[in-house]
């Protein structure tokens, strides 16, 4: 960002967010925005409680494992849809249906087939993070140069040469982008499989906080959050930039 | 060379019954409704750099592939060393007109890369790939990556990816369209060095005459609609007088203006 000519650092234009929010916070507008130096107090105060321990790794595991699964899953479906003409005319239409889908409402049916335990949560997460993995792939299979192709089978690559060798890396660029949007949405899937499957970690946090109208409490859990989902996608983005050379060149 | 009288009468009496490296054999093709080859033949001798030669779109590329065995014929067959071609061998290498380098991977990996593939331990591809860098004027080059590299470079990291499978046949397609006038030239030295010293057979795909001419033991003149051998050139240039009196030599003029005779009327 700039100002008048001056190079301001990164993220400043949150800190003026922040300054606003502390502000309307202090004019006592409504309760639903205690002032942000109330929050951070909040903050430091139930950090270390076994309460909020507990919850933050609750979420942990079921966050981990949904977007383990999503993109263990994902990449390689994603790949086999680029390159199979057969398996991306039966699959496209159902992945871009779920990409925009509604998923919030599917938890009560995955509720029903996978009972009301971290089970359900992982897959809720799963879920909510797959599709764009699987399109991003795919979209990245399908642009990788012929001549690649062909000069890997000249040389008799094994299918499973050419996937791990070839195909995987001239995707990589797409496939890192898809997987940063894809973990992004997945916070959200972990969030809401906690809220509506079975009342644990940080989902039970917001639903103790919201309900007894502790708001500070609730922003901070909330600013956590953020702060975990934002530092995840930096470091998938860092990654990114480190292939982009040779995204331009393939 | 000099050759005695019943020599260079034994080595055309040799010649007559040439050692065929690659055969095609009523190759015809078809791409939907475009007819890119048809029923073509065409023989290809050990040793020698044939050229394809015609204009773009008559189906040199496509003849290439199918003899690298990544494209698959409609009707007749290929035959390399005398068995026929069912698909990609180690006994084919190609050299790509894009180069087709992973751009992921520095110069010693790209170079050994075709070794890799064919399952040889890391440190016996990497000798044997540092030697063919350094063969082809990339030494001090293997740590670069290719978009660090100029267009000519790039191809001779394709070239020596080839060279270091040690297949018998090198079939290069357009190899020094994307590279400038200058190490073209330089290239095409370079490979009259290694046809004479590598004894294996290359086949090498161009729309450049006076290129065809200036390397080839032989050309296949290529015509299209429907894309045929036209006819078969045999340059036999005399090397022994220097690069640029070649290029002013009147039977390398001569030959240039027949080709060019030929293929006016289907560039007009
Ligand atoms: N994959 C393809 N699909 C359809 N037509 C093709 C394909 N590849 C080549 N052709 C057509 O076949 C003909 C020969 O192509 P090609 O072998 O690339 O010629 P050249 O290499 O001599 O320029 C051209 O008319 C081209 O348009
Ligand atoms: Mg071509």
């Known amino acids: 960002m700039w100002f008048k000519g001056y190079k301001l650092p990164n993220m400043s234009s949150l800190l003026i967010w922040g300054l606003l929010w502390e502000i309307t916070g202090q004019l006592e507008l409504t309760f639903f925005v205690p002032p942000l130096s109330e929050v951070f107090v909040t903050l430091f105060n139930i950090i270390g409680t076994p309460a909020f321990t507990k919850a933050l790794y609750e979420t942990a595991v079921a966050f981990l494992g949904g977007v383990f699964f999503a993109i263990v899953i994902g990449i390689p479906i994603g790949i086999f849809m680029g390159r199979n003409r057969l398996l991306d005319e039966l699959l496209l239409p159902w992945v871009n249906i779920f990409v925009s889908a509604p998923l919030t409402a599917l938890v009560p049916v995955l509720m029903v087939l996978f009972g009301f335990g971290l089970k359900s949560i992982i897959i809720t997460t799963t879920l909510f993070g797959i599709w764009i993995i699987i399109l991003n792939t795919r979209a990245g299979v399908r642009q990788i140069n012929r001549s690649l192709i062909e000069m890997s089978t000249s040389f008799g690559a094994s299918p499973m040469d050419a996937f791990t060798k070839v195909y995987f890396w001239a995707a990589l660029p797409e496939i890192l982008g898809g997987v940063r949007i894809g973990v992004i949405r997945a916070v959200k899937g972990v969030i809401i499989g906690q809220l509506l499957i079975s009342i644990v970690g940080f989902g039970a946090l917001f639903e103790l906080y919201a309900s007894n109208f502790l708001m500070s409490h609730f922003w901070a859990v909330l600013i956590v959050l953020f702060a975990l989902a934002f530092t995840i996608s930096e470091f998938l983005g860092y990654l990114e930039r480190k292939v982009s050379y040779y995204a331009a060149s393939r | ?268």
């Open chain 2, 1 to 268: 060379m000099v050759m005695s009288q019943t020599e260079s009468a034994f080595a055309d009496a040799q010649s007559l019954e040439q050692d065929i490296a690659v055969s095609v054999q009523g190759v015809s093709k078809n791409y939907g409704a475009v007819e890119a080859l048809k029923n073509m033949s065409l023989d290809f001798p050990r040793g020698q750099l044939t050229s394809l030669l015609g204009p773009s779109g008559c189906g040199k590329t496509t003849l290439l592939k199918i003899i690298a065995g990544l494209l698959k014929s409609d009707t007749g067959k290929i035959i390399v060393n005398g068995k026929p071609v069912t698909g990609p061998g180690p006994n084919r290498a190609f050299v790509f007109q894009d180069f087709a380098l992973l751009p992921w991977a520095s110069v010693m990996r790209n170079v050994a890369f075709g070794l890799e593939l064919r399952g040889v331990a890391k440190s016996e591809r990497e000798d044997k790939a540092a030697k063919y860098i350094n063969d082809v004027g990339l030494a001090g080059f293997e740590g670069a990556y290719p978009h660090e590299l100029s267009g000519g470079m790039r191809q001779r990291v394709g070239l020596a990816r080839a060279l270091s499978v040690d297949a018998n046949v090198l079939l290069l397609d357009e190899p020094f369209s994307a590279v400038d006038e200058q190490t073209r030239r330089k290239f095409q030295e370079d490979l009259l060095a290694l046809v004479a010293n590598e004894n294996k057979t290359f086949i090498f795909v161009t729309h450049s005459i006076e290129e065809a001419v200036y390397c080839s033991d032989q050309i296949a003149l290529l015509l299209p609609r429907p894309s045929r051998v036209h006819e078969i050139i045999r340059p036999n240039i005399n090397r022994a007088i220097g690069v640029e009196s070649i290029r002013r030599a009147p039977e390398y003029l001569d030959i240039v203006d027949q080709i060019w005779a030929s293929l006016r009327a289907y560039v007009e």
